[in-house]
């Protein structure tokens, strides 16, 4: 009977203890198991998001995100510049306002609203009905048409409140052409788009057209075509999705990664812990048959593998557990995260990936050798006739 | 091979305790020969266990030397003592320390496992050693399933699993009646019939009695030497 075996039947001869052990691993292990999740989540999500989209650069006034720093003040002209590049091959510009959608009746949906002029491109996927061609017509979302109870052919009345907008902006009617779906709508909120001279008589400001920032499509080198539009001189700041997520990553997701290095380092200090306690409980428990078999001629290095293989066990049978109540807890973690205003629902904040089942189960078997440290050395520095003869006056 | 097994000259061993040292066994000299029944017996605390310890190997004289097979002790390292027991000697527990959640069957492989013996061969000889203790029809239950000096023969099962030339018992008898002492006595005397050599350390004079040799110590030393 190898050591693997001995350690197995030691866990069977104390279900209790080792079912305890079990579970504390699978909890402690299913925590890790998130927190790898989402340490890398977000950064994964947005960037799905972000490729989602038909638009390779962001051009901003600053090198702030988009909607952060201050607008572009005349979208159309800095639009028109880098429209004539010739690494360039589509320009949009986008400017987003928060807005009541409203029906006669007075039903209403509070959201945001997208006002895009230049270029064809979209930030919105049309579900059903026409896109937007003119002033005057507006897409929606499933959630304002359901809120509202509006069709496509209705009427429907949008109040802005734009940042820079007229402090008593004009309530106008819009005739809905399309229900599409949004890359950033948020859960439970109204999302529109429009062109951007609708929304600029919408927040009262007719005559000025300004973008929170400018899609641009490249040929296909994003980099050298963002370095194309500085060479510009615009002071615009292009940033492509790499240098994007770069800055997210800096500045923005940076808390959400100390947040789980912290919970990290705390759950695992946790499982090492319960595990060090039981196995080193378990074998001051049998010190009497561990100097027994030394007596018989068993190595140092057998008994003190007995010890491993019980806490690889109790580890890995835990850890296994904890990769399905992980990724439980993760979708009900993410449900509860969602729910916090204005985050896009394709955003998520616990994303699967492959690496983090490895780099669980690299920290779950450093986590299993370290804990058996202490108790190993128990074993191993053994005294044997003593033990024996304590055991026997005892 | 010598006819001599273990051969003890002018050990001691000494402990340190906060008071100061204690010496539990004072300048002893002793050999055990191959076939020997020696039984080793006096008051508590008169160093019988921690003799019986040195001359098996389990711990080291604090002066004297001790030659097994005529290799002093004191020059293998910890791999090659746990070799030396493992294949040369034979131990027998008061508390028979069997494993609880092997069965006896598997108790007796154990040892023989850990010599590196084939499947087949280790459970062959579990069968053949359980039938010599009489307890066949017990290979599968666990300990908790069977007696005391049930316990007790398949621990002496397991010492002789690995056919040692040497078994060291330490107060055998000391957990069982009177009727089950003699049936592990009877045993006992069977093993060293058979050709292992045996020393037993034990207060009862009974078991003492059986040997060809008796030792007698008081204050770590041997007060008396009884052989017949």
Request: charged letters at 20%.
């Given at each position: 009977m190898n050591a693997l075996a001995c350690a197995w039947r030691s866990l069977v001869r104390q279900p209790a203890r080792s079912g305890l052990g079990i579970i504390g691993v699978a909890a402690v292990g299913a925590l890790l198991f998130d927190m790898l999740l989402l340490s890398e989540g977000l950064m994964i999500s947005t960037r799905s998001m972000l490729d989602s989209m038909p638009f390779d650069i962001r051009v901003t006034s600053t090198d702030q995100m988009p909607g952060r720093g201050p607008d572009i003040a005349d979208g159309p002209a800095a639009a028109a510049q880098i429209a004539a590049l010739a690494s360039v091959k589509a320009v949009t510009t986008l400017r987003r306002e928060d807005a009541y959608l409203m029906r006669g009746d007075g039903t209403r949906a509070y959201g945001s609203v997208l006002g895009i002029g230049f270029g064809s491109g979209r930030p919105w996927t049309l579900v059903s009905g026409t896109d937007v061609v003119g002033d005057n017509e507006i897409v929606i979302n499933e959630f304002a048409a359901q809120v509202t109870g509006t069709d496509i052919g209705a009427s429907l009345t949008v109040r802005s409140n734009c940042a820079d907008g007229a402090t008593a902006p004009p309530a106008m009617e819009f005739r809905v052409t399309g229900i599409a779906t949004f890359v950033f709508d948020a859960l439970g909120e109204a999302g529109a788009g429009m062109t951007d001279t609708s929304l600029a008589e919408a927040c009262g400001t007719p005559g000025a057209i300004p973008a929170d920032f400018l899609m641009v499509q490249s040929t296909g080198d994003a980099t050298s075509?963002?370095?194309?539009?500085?060479?510009?001189?615009?002071?615009?700041?292009?940033?492509?999705?790499?240098?994007?997520?770069?800055?997210?990553?800096?500045?923005?997701?940076?808390?959400?990664?100390?947040?789980?290095?912290?919970?990290?380092?705390?759950?695992?200090?946790?499982?090492?812990?319960?595990?060090?306690?039981l196995l080193t409980v378990s074998v001051n428990q049998r010190l009497g048959e561990v100097a027994a078999l030394r007596a018989l001629g068993f190595s140092q290095g057998r008994v003190v593998l007995d010890v491993l293989w019980e806490s690889v066990l109790i580890v890995g049978i835990g850890g296994i557990l904890s990769l399905p109540l992980g990724a439980l807890m993760a979708v009900w973690l993410d449900g509860i995260l969602k729910r916090m205003p204005r985050i896009p629902a394709d955003l998520h904040f616990f994303v699967f990936q492959p690496e983090a089942v490895w780099i669980h189960a690299a920290l779950m078997a450093v986590t299993a050798f370290t804990a058996a440290i202490y108790p190993m050395v128990i074993v191993a520095r053994l005294p044997i006739a003593t033990t024996l003869r304590n055991e026997v006056v005892g | 091979m010598s006819d001599v097994i273990v051969d003890a000259a002018n050990v001691s061993r000494a402990f340190e305790m906060p008071a100061g040292a204690v010496v539990a066994v004072r300048d002893v000299t002793l050999s055990i020969a191959q076939g020997e029944h020696a039984a080793i017996s006096g008051p508590s605390g008169c160093g019988k266990s921690t003799l019986l310890h040195m001359l098996g190997c389990v711990d080291t004289p604090s002066s004297g030397t001790l030659c097994f097979d005529g290799s002093d002790v004191s020059t293998l390292d910890d791999r090659a003592r746990s070799r030396l027991r493992l294949r040369q000697i034979g131990f027998v527990f008061q508390r028979f320390y069997l494993l609880p959640m092997l069965s006896a069957a598997e108790n007796v492989e154990l040892p023989q496992a850990e010599a590196g013996a084939a499947k087949d061969v280790r459970r062959l000889r579990s069968i053949e050693l359980l039938e010599y203790v009489g307890l066949e029809h017990r290979a599968n239950h666990r300990p908790s399933q069977l007696s005391g000096g049930e316990m007790q023969r398949v621990a002496i099962a397991r010492a002789l699993a690995n056919r040692p030339r040497l078994l060291l018992a330490d107060e055998p008898t000391g957990e069982l009646d009177q009727a089950t002492s003699e049936q592990v006595a009877v045993l006992?005397?069977?093993?060293?019939?058979?050709?292992?050599?045996?020393?037993?350390?034990?207060?009862?004079?009974?078991?003492?009695?059986?040997?060809?040799?008796?030792?007698t110590m008081k204050d770590g030393q041997i007060e008396q030497e009884v052989t017949r």
């Open positions: 075509t963002a370095a194309d539009i500085d060479a510009l001189g615009l002071h615009l700041q292009a940033s492509t999705n790499d240098e994007a997520m770069g800055q997210l990553q800096q500045r923005e997701f940076t808390y959400f990664r100390q947040i789980s290095t912290v919970l990290t380092t705390i759950t695992i200090s946790f499982a090492l812990l319960l595990i060090t306690v | 006992l005397d069977r093993v060293n019939a058979d050709g292992t050599a045996l020393v037993i350390v034990t207060h009862d004079p009974d078991l003492a009695g059986r040997a060809r040799r008796v030792l």
